[in-house]
């Protein structure tokens, strides 16, 4: 009847710049797309250069060599019988534009630029791109000379403009389209178009996979219709971690779902569906009664069907429910893929942590163990590549990885670094995790070195700092945390460079970094401390998840030494004991519960709230607990610690973004790092507010 159509989708893990490795995960696609029947193939957005080039796509280069590798698709026959969709940057006119490229057999059937583009977040694609403003409109694209001398084309097709088969039409739409409130695929709905795809670029937030199906499922229930959406997956170079969840829905139904974690570079999704399902859902319900006036698409037309006459014993895949992790899973599985990425592509040897025996420290242990379990898995699952990765990495070719512990022996070690006011208890919690998890573990103390650098500066000022508890002032009592502090971030990187080479081993360890999100948002941590490292996967993590997160650990991993560390009190131990015990907690120190933090910060960047519109809010919101004095304190509070250690944000350590209220001020919360702490205006403001509630409650 030739009606039933098998389409595939893809979930890559494209590294900015590395046209090779790019080329050949491409084609690898479009071979396994074929192998499953499928007659059109929908790659991510930039696949061809890779998502996060940033500013290298202002150079030249990197235009030309996206049109290399284009050049080399279009002439593999691998690409051949098979409509390919791939993303690449193209420059029209002299404007650079984010693309999808059409082909066929060696032929490009046209070029569509994206019209909406991603400026929110971690996207700033108006920096370097221009989107196409000129809807349904058309303009005729001359390729660069390399492109003609392989598809004999002097031009093609450029714009707004939908593909129509022998056996349908076909409109794309890019990324952030999706999320728009005029997104493309509604008018191309209504003008007929069957089949919508969707070539993303989606980084990971806890939370938000159950958006995207939302939107893919809304997009086609309305008015019918097939849905393929394809992601990037991996760490494409920075602090984002693309979580793939390749998908294909139709009629709001979703009927393929990819996975959103996982270590294979190359995933691709197929199914096969009933166009006439499509036909059947929109006569029934929706256009008999739609007046339908806007401008048509110009339609680019191509003599090749999705489909075959017999098509009879093909199956077409059935409405699934979309299986959604726990924000628990994705803490365990996000960080752990983007620390893999991180570490093969780096050229490291493994990881070094400063393991305290704390929440914080414990979570990345934690995160490095899952790891570790996803990369044996992948090896008993005949991953040629992570098996090839693991030996190169540990520098033994014949090396197969066995179990997670014995992994962790080989690529991680930790180290409890100990001082004066470090207590038997967190240097018992410490060592009994890196004895459960596996990892290579040091036990060292600091007073040494402490002592050292304290000594040069009373031999210099002839004036011995005091702690608090000593009667020392407050400046002094900071000053003698903070040398603590930061002679720990000075003997990670010593360990990290030379433990392999006093093990006779080859290469380096990269530092790994456990601040977590509420912690930077108050700036509650020393500058240059174990804070600072290569990198961080649970900078983006608030405490209150990760504490979830632990808890899910403990049953998943087996890991029971967890129950001591989340029993503790939060604590720097930097502050003299007393009587052997820890007096210093963090959440007395901060003057707020992590809780309320986690709050606060929601507030300050989802809810975009200064400090009176904060109050405002909080008094509502914690009428039950506080009086509008107590709200306006912590208000006060908090921002008098945000804006005093905002500076510390532009040297933090890159960090796994999870959250949609971190303060990493590298793009994703862009302010100024000198503030006027006092706040004046706003704090006046919020005093008058508290002196109008209390004396209206009081009946004047």
């Not at 202002?58 to 019988?81: C, F, G, I, M, W």
């Not at 707020?592 to 507030?603: A, C, H, P, Q």
């Amino acid at each position: 009847m030739g009606r039933k159509v098998t389409f595939a989708t893809c979930s890559l893990n494209q590294w900015a710049l590395d046209f090779d490795g790019n080329l050949s995960r491409i084609l690898r696609s479009i071979e396994i797309a074929k192998c499953n029947g499928a007659k059109y193939r929908l790659g991510p957005e930039l696949e061809i250069c890779g998502y996060g080039c940033a500013d290298h796509l202002y150079e030249s280069d990197t235009l030309l060599h996206s049109l290399e590798v284009l050049a080399e698709l279009l002439e593999s026959p691998v690409t051949q019988d098979i409509i390919c969709d791939v993303g690449m940057p193209i420059m029209h006119r002299d404007v650079r534009y984010n693309c999808r490229v059409i082909f066929l057999n060696k032929k490009i059937i046209l070029i569509r630029p994206k019209m909406f583009l991603a400026n929110y977040g971690n996207n700033r694609e108006f920096r370097w791109f221009s989107p196409w403003s000129q809807p349904r409109h058309v303009e005729e694209y001359l390729l660069p000379r390399m492109i003609r001398k392989v598809t004999d084309q002097v031009s093609v097709p450029f714009g707004d403009c939908v593909l129509s088969t022998i056996d349908t039409c076909i409109g794309s739409e890019m990324c952030a389209e999706m999320w728009n409130a005029k997104s493309p695929h509604i008018d191309m709905g209504l003008d007929g178009v069957e089949v919508f795809t969707n070539s993303s670029a989606s980084y990971h937030e806890l939370r938000k996979a159950n958006q995207r199906v939302a939107l893919v499922t809304s997009a086609t229930s309305k008015s019918g219709g097939i849905y393929l959406f394809a992601n990037q997956k991996g760490c494409d170079g920075d602090r984002l971690y693309y979580d793939g969840c390749a998908m294909v829905a139709i009629n709001g139904d979703i009927v393929a779902q990819g996975a959103q974690f996982s270590l294979d570079d190359v995933e691709v999704l197929t199914a096969t569906l009933d166009l006439e399902d499509v036909r059947s859902y929109r006569g029934e319900r929706c256009h008999p009664h739609i007046v339908h006036d806007h401008k048509p698409y110009h339609r680019v037309t191509v003599d090749f069907s999705l489909s075959d006459d017999n098509d009879i014993d093909l199956i077409t895949h059935r409405p699934m429910e979309w299986q959604f992790h726990s924000p628990e899973e994705e803490i365990s599985l996000g960080p752990a893929c983007w620390l893999w990425d991180y570490l093969r592509r780096s050229g490291q040897a493994g990881f070094l942590l400063p393991l305290s025996g704390g929440v914080d420290s414990s979570s990345t242990a934690c995160i490095v163990y899952s790891m570790c379990a996803l990369v044996c898995n992948a090896v008993r699952d005949n991953n040629t590549k992570v098996l090839q990765d693991i030996q190169r990495i540990v520098g033994d070719l014949t090396y197969t990885p066995e179990d997670p512990q014995e992994l962790c022996k080989r690529l991680f070690t930790t180290c409890y670094m100990g001082s004066e006011n470090s207590s038997e208890d967190t240097r018992s919690r410490a060592k009994d995790l890196a004895a459960q998890i596996g990892s290579n573990h040091i036990n060292l103390n600091i007073d040494m070195a402490v002592k050292g650098l304290l000594g040069i500066f009373s031999f210099v000022t002839g004036r011995v700092p005091q702690f608090r508890a000593s009667g020392g002032s407050t400046r002094e009592n900071l000053a003698l945390q903070n040398v603590q502090a930061r002679v720990r971030m000075v003997l990670a990187y010593l360990f990290a460079q030379l433990t392999l080479w006093a093990q006779g081993k080859p290469g380096g360890l990269l530092v790994l970094g456990s601040a977590n999100v509420d912690e930077s948002l108050s700036g509650y941590f020393t500058k240059y401390d174990c804070s600072s490292a290569d990198i961080n996967p649970i900078g983006g993590i608030s405490k209150t998840d990760l504490k979830s997160f632990l808890h899910y650990c403990v049953e998943h991993f087996q890991l029971s030494s967890l129950r001591r560390i989340l029993a503790a009190p939060p604590t720097a131990e930097l502050e003299p004991l007393v009587d052997g015990q820890v007096a210093q907690t963090d959440e007395a120190d901060m003057g707020m519960t992590y809780t309320e933090l986690s709050l606060i910060g929601r507030l300050r960047k989802v809810s975009r709230s200064g400090p009176y519109s904060m109050f405002c809010k909080l008094m509502e919101l914690w009428k039950e607990t506080c009086s509008p004095s107590q709200v306006a304190a912590k208000v006060k509070q908090f921002f008098r610690m945000y804006s005093v250690n905002r500076h510390k944000m532009t040297t933090i350590t890159p960090s796994y973004h999870a959250e949609s209220y971190s303060p990493d001020d590298n793009r994703f919360d862009m302010r100024p790092f000198l503030y006027n702490v006092k706040w004046l205006w706003q704090f006046q403001k919020i005093d008058n507010k508290v002196s109008d509630v209390e004396l209206a409650r009081a009946g004047y």
